[in-house]
């Protein structure tokens, strides 16, 4: 049996929307985590889960483009976001101030927050990958 386009496109949304379900709260709860090393988890592990729900959120909404062109555009983008944390200019320290926009930008520049944005991005085309394999699958 033979499954149209549309199916398997209305089947990678499905997914899609039930992966960022799953992993919005797990990021956000990176942010509130009070425990055993509670500055990484804090500070760089959920640079990890901010990749991973980039790359899901724009195969959403580009789901026709490469999962690995998907990955490497977020890890670029999360990269220059990171350098943006050196500068501390008005307009965007006045979105820092807010807790949505100090999670989007961040507020301190670290370079030992890439090898998460390496291994978040790495891990997001994997899932999307997996998430295409599904929506195909009978």
């Not at 549309?6 to 919005?24: A, C, N, Q, T």
């Not at 101030?97 to 520049?109: E, H």
Request: one cysteine or more; a positive charge.
């Amino acid at each position: 049996m033979l499954i149209s386009r549309s199916e398997i496109m209305s089947k990678f949304k499905l997914l899609i929307l039930l992966s960022l379900i799953v992993i919005v709260p797990i990021g956000f709860l990176t942010k509130f985590y009070t425990g055993p090393a509670q500055d990484w988890v804090n500070d760089s592990l959920g640079g990890l889960f901010y990749e991973i729900f980039w790359c899901l959120g724009f195969a959403f909404l580009f789901s026709k483009v490469n999962p690995v062109k998907i990955a490497i555009w977020v890890f670029a983008a999360t990269c220059m976001l990171e350098f943006l944390q050196l500068f501390h200019w008005p307009i965007l320290d006045i979105i820092r101030s807010q807790f949505i926009g100090r999670t989007i930008l961040g507020n301190s520049f670290n370079w030992m927050d890439f090898p998460y944005y390496i291994a978040g991005s790495v891990i997001g085309f994997f899932w999307l990958m997996a998430i295409r394999k599904l929506s195909i699958v009978n």
